[in-house]
């Protein structure tokens, strides 16, 4: 299935299991969708299974949404308290639609547990009290975490809750990250359970020794946070010199800045030197980096107080990092929020911590391997085979969940049941579907002609490099319709009655969001000079992509704002 028929069944407001492999456009089509509801006046909860991927989506983790906390059963007096809590209990009333991020690592009793709670407060009979349910993610990646005192969990398509929702499956089958086909050949024969022998000449191709010079300043996984701790600490403490500090600073309701707290990438304490290996943890196009860019500090910022680092990425730019900020909305306003400057150190991580990640590079031992589906879950974050570097591996670490694959199959056979239900209705049909559904949840018919940028996850591309931008209301769709069909800048400034300042941002906001790819605009280069966008290129890799100025005055004019706002749009496949 397609990211556009995905997006209309959403419309319709059944109840879907959103899945994909990674790289399929998850993500993009739930941001496509959240930014269609928002625009008729409906605010959907925004939920994740963990704090880390809560933290990456700006919005709460579905136990504290619910009011549930992290127990998996619930006594009459618990139950009777979560339902009693004001705060909880007004989301879940007000809720018409729920969307549920990284529904692998949620078990089955908790599913349940969020079903009966809602039921409860929406005081309803039917599945979540009839909210529109929306769960997202892929069972081939991280499973339901488990203490060892705790019995072994059930998945959550294996739940009551699950079954009674009726859920329809819209498997995306189109591939927008990697580029690599050969690496895409051994990641699906991998969740298949056909690995042969040409995909393990692949993977033996990438092996290495761990103390090879090639991999000195690549990202290592571990599977322990102290694994990953003792590394880092030990590997900045070899750099002489003394270490600078950047502390973060929260603001909001306790609980929920705690939370913010836990699921950041970056520590609360940032200790950085020069020549510290550091990943960026958050996404900014316009500057340049994205959650998961490498780099090395190369120095800090001598001409602000807080001496802020500079960081050179792998691919050359040259940036000053400077704090950001992570919130928790609700009713579009930030009820928490933390800052910091969004960067970790990078030499090792926990698989774990790379959720929501996408390497350029990795160097992992999957010679322990001793669980189904770790190998696969490693082996994934990275973008292609020439930055997976493996010390090892065991026939383990080639298998999936024998669960998560025989459910696989038919998850695929629902959606091409949904699909195909969903051909057969015609274009009134839709129209109508989709209207009643923003009728039941009291939004307005007419879509706002001004919306706020939307920030929400990781964006998923094609290309190589993804990039969370702001999505904007649907006047861009003019904009990317002429330009994909071939016009210039200045014949569409002319056709839209608008200034091509104004176009070319459209087309930044389109790039910042993942929907508008280089080959569509690949006639603009026409409107450069010989060797202009590489001379262009090159001062930005120089100077940073994030401010003109510096770009405008390096050149003495000789290039306008607009040409070299247009050469940064070709800088980032």
């Not at 129209?431 to 002609?449: D, Y």
Request: glycine share 8%.
């Amino acid at each position: 299935m397609n990211q556009e028929t995905a997006l209309s069944i959403l419309k319709t407001g059944k109840n879907i299991f959103l899945t994909g492999e990674p790289g399929s456009g998850k993500t993009h089509t739930i941001n496509r969708y959240v930014v269609y509801l928002k625009e008729h006046g409906i605010e959907p909860a925004i939920t994740a299974s963990t704090g880390i991927a809560a933290t990456h989506i700006g919005g709460m983790t579905i136990h504290s949404w619910s009011g549930i906390g992290i127990k998996k059963e619930l006594s009459s007096a618990d139950f009777g308290r979560v339902i009693s809590l004001r705060r909880a209990s007004a989301r879940v009333k007000k809720a018409g639609v729920l969307i549920i991020d990284e529904i692998s690592m949620l078990d089955a009793k908790t599913l349940n547990l969020i079903d009966t709670v809602c039921r409860a407060i929406k005081r309803s009979s039917e599945p979540f009290g009839g909210i529109q349910v929306v769960l997202v993610g892929d069972f081939f990646q991280l499973p339901p975490v488990r203490r060892e005192d705790e019995e072994p969990y059930k998945f959550s398509f294996e739940s009551e809750a699950w079954i009674a929702a009726n859920l329809s499956v819209c498997y995306l089958t189109e591939q927008y990250r990697q580029s690599d086909s050969k690496f895409l050949g051994v990641l699906s024969a991998i969740r298949l359970g056909q690995v042969s022998e040409e995909h393990r000449q692949c993977l033996d191709g990438c092996l290495v020794n761990p103390d090879s010079p090639k991999v000195k300043n690549v990202t290592k996984f571990f599977p322990h946070n102290e694994d990953v701790h003792r590394i880092n600490s030990e590997e900045l403490e070899k750099i002489p010199g003394k270490s600078r500090s950047f502390v973060m600073t929260g603001r909001g309701k306790a609980n929920l800045v705690e939370q913010l707290k836990r699921g950041c990438l970056s520590p609360e304490n940032l200790k950085l030197k020069k020549g510290a290996v550091v990943m960026f943890t958050k996404n900014n196009f316009q500057r340049g980096f994205v959650n998961g860019t490498i780099g090395t500090v190369i120095g800090f910022d001598q001409y602000e107080d807080e001496n802020y680092p500079i960081v050179k990425t792998r691919q050359g730019r040259q940036l000053t990092v400077e704090p950001m900020e992570w919130t928790i909305e609700e009713n579009g306003e930030a009820i928490a929020k933390i800052e910091q400057v969004p960067l970790r150190l990078a030499w090792a991580m926990t698989v774990h911590k790379s959720q929501g990640i996408t390497l350029d590079e990795a160097f992992m031992d999957l010679n322990g391997a001793f669980v189904e589906g770790q190998g696969y879950v490693a082996i994934s974050r990275v973008k292609t085979l020439d930055g997976l570097h493996l010390a090892g591996y065991n026939d383990k670490a080639l298998t999936v969940h024998p669960i998560v694959s025989k459910h696989d199959d038919t998850f695929r056979q629902l959606s091409s049941e949904t699909e195909s239900a969903h051909a057969n209705l015609n274009k009134d049909q839709l129209s109508q579907s989709h209207n009643n559904f923003i009728a039941v949840l009291g939004g307005s018919m007419r879509p706002e002609k001004e919306i706020q940028d939307v920030e929400f996850v990781k964006f998923e591309k094609s290309g190589s490099d993804f990039y969370q931008g702001n999505y904007r209301e649907n006047r861009l769709d003019e904009t990317f319709n002429l330009i994909s069909a071939g016009k210039t800048v200045a014949e569409v400034s002319q056709m839209r009655g608008r200034t091509e300042e104004t176009i070319i941002k459209h087309l930044e906001d389109l790039k910042a969001s993942g929907e508008l790819s280089v080959d569509k605009i690949t006639h603009l280069k026409n409107e450069f000079g010989d060797g202009a966008m590489s001379e262009i290129h090159d001062a930005f890799n120089k100077l940073g992509v994030e401010r003109l100025k510096p770009i405008f005055d390096h050149f003495e004019g000789r290039y306008s704002y607009k040409s070299i706002r247009l050469a940064r749009l070709f800088m980032f496949q």
